[in-house]
């Protein structure tokens, strides 16, 4: 079932993508090469279901399904790089810096973070509620941003090879990860015209969801394999990073993941409207396996 949407979702972000040509012609094959490596397009996915539960039944939501997984597929690009995680695996495939070079991979990361704002625009021509789009890419921008994602990659830089206590690791994980998910299940709040308190219901839900995918993700980096994950594991250890696992131990963090999860389910079924491919994904993202 996940990889049918995976596929359907797949054929509307890439109808976004730039054609490839041009004297930056270098660039453009980094950006496509990087959004097309794969990717189980769980934003683009999530934020649909959202919409689709709310009522949605516009087409303005896909400009901003596209955009979502630009501005994913550029935080991996920069997250890849020799100053940061210095990998050279992702989704199975040589990182963008491997096969394009430091410079290009930069380039790459930055030419996607601002398509991604010049495709979400695309929508304004899509609808009548103009007001709606805008206040999209407010949220956009505020949860990939200092307040979002890059706020919390900042912190997780700046205390490599130090201790951090839990409360702190709440914070990067919140951030770095659990913003760019409440963006995209917001964004299908607000553009199918979800009530204020829904829409913060909704937030809610996909910080919860955003908190246990990230414990997931430190689970799986010391328990599965590069072959099924697609990208390097004990990455973390090697990186000298303090996790959830390091912190609290497997089993703990096992548990704060099935916690954190319910909650999320709680949230959903307060929301009116029943959406049983959301509950199962939700439940899906934090038990999966890659
Ligand atoms: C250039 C916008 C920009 C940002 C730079 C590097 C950085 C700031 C942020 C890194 C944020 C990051 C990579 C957080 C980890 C989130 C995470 C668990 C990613 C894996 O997501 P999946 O499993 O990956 O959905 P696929 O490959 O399936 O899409």
């Known amino acids: 079932m996940l990889n049918l949407r995976t596929g359907q979702v797949e054929a509307v972000v890439e109808s976004y993508l730039p054609p490839a040509e041009g004297y930056q ?12 490596a794969g990717g189980k397009r769980l934003r683009p996915m999530l934020m649909e279901e959202v919409y689709r539960l709310f009522g949605g039944q ?25 100053c940061m995680d210095n990998d050279t695996l992702r989704r199975g495939k040589p990182t963008a810096w491997v096969k394009f070079g430091y410079d290009m991979a930069v380039l790459a990361g930055d030419g996607l973070l601002i398509y ?7 929508a304004f021509s899509m ?4 007001d709606l789009v805008g206040r999209c890419i407010g949220i956009l921008a505020e949860k990939t941003g200092i307040y979002g994602m890059i706020g919390g990659q900042t912190v997780d830089v700046e205390l490599t090879n130090q201790p951090i206590p839990r409360e702190k690791l709440d914070f990067i994980y919140r951030l770095k990860t659990g913003a760019l998910l409440e963006a995209s299940m917001m964004i299908g709040a607000v553009l199918a015209g979800a009530k204020e308190d829904e829409i913060h219901i909704t937030e809610q839900m996909a910080s919860a969801i955003g908190l246990a995918f990230q414990i997931q993700d430190d689970i799986l980096d010391v328990t599965s394999s590069a072959e099924v994950l697609g990208k390097p594991v004990l990455s973390d250890e090697k990186n000298n990073k303090t996790t959830y ?4 131990g497997i089993d703990k963090a096992k548990q704060e993941v099935k916690r954190i999860s319910e909650e999320a389910v709680a949230c959903l079924h307060s929301l009116p409207g029943k959406n049983e491919f959301l509950e199962a994904l939700i439940r899906m993202l934090v038990s999966r396996e890659k």
Request: net charge negative; no cysteine; charged share 30%.
């Open 25 to 36: 012609k270098t660039v453009l094959d980094a950006m496509d090469y990087s959004v097309k």
């Open 245 to 248: 696992v390091t912190l609290e």
């Open 116 to 122: 991604a704002v010049e495709t979400a625009a695309k």
């Open 58 to 82: 516009g087409k303005e939501i896909e400009p901003f399904m596209a955009a979502i997984e630009m501005i994913h597929t550029s935080s991996l690009i920069h997250d890849d790089l020799p």
């Open 127 to 130: 609808t009548d509620r103009a």
